[in-house]
T-cell receptor, first 113, second 108 residues
């Protein structure tokens, strides 16, 4: 158990809908990262938050947004969903930045139909 | 061209063999991570390196910053080591880039 909790584990939704994925980091970790893993693209970095503020942005679509709340949990919002958004979405947390060890959640498997 | 290249893509080994997985990158980095992903999909961070060498049990990771290359070694491989191993680098602009992974199968 990594100590990082992601909910829900599975999500099936229709095209055009909006969903919210939730991540609770390990106790004491200030950084949260979001990644997308699809069959054709592999793992891709989406965004990082550190202590409530956006620190780095990767290949995150404009239809996607994220935030980190004062209690350090984070949410990834995906809107106007398309079939190609079907993927595993991972959250990871670390004490500080990417040069500290990261701990991964079990992922949310999103299926858009 | 990918910022991170891994080799081999697929690897099959007999139990007990010494295994090496290679990672080359083209960007300046502040850290390199080795990750393990099991068939169920869960990801575990094995190592975070910024220089030198780290060892954890039967796993050893090395990095050569000048050559922009890292290796992950598994000594005395075991079927439970069967997984996908992914190299990830954090560049100096705080962006993560991932290799496409090496799928390892260890046969008893």
């Amino acid at each position: 158990d990594s100590g990082v909790t992601q909910t829900p584990k599975h999500l099936i939704t229709a095209t055009g809908q909006r969903v919210t994925l939730r991540c609770s980091p390990r106790s004491g970790d200030l950084s949260v990262y979001w990644y997308q893993q699809s069959l054709d693209q592999g793992l891709q970095f989406l965004i990082q938050y550190y202590n409530g503020e956006e620190r780095a942005k990767g290949n995150i679509l404009e239809r996607f947004s994220a935030q980190q709340f004062p209690d350090l949990h984070s949410e990834l919002n995906l809107s106007s969903l398309e079939l190609g958004d079907s993927a595993l979405y991972f959250c990871a947390s670390s004490l500080e930045g990417g040069n500290t060890e990261a701990f991964f959640g079990q992922g949310t498997r999103l299926t858009v139909v | 061209k990918n910022e991170v290249e891994q080799s081999p893509q697929n690897l099959t080994a007999q139990e007990g063999e010494f295994i090496t997985i290679n990672c080359s990158y083209s960007v300046g980095i502040s850290a390199l991570h080795w990750l393990q992903q099991h068939p169920g999909g869960g990801i575990v961070s094995l190592f975070m390196l910024s220089s030198g060498k780290k060892k954890h049990g039967r796993l050893i990771a090395t990095i050569n910053i000048q050559e922009k290359h890292s290796s992950l070694h598994i000594t005395a491989s075991h079927p439970r080591d069967s997984a996908v191993y992914i190299c990830a680098v954090l560049n100096t602009g705080n962006q993560f880039y991932f290799g496409t992974g090496t799928s390892l199968t260890v046969i008893p």
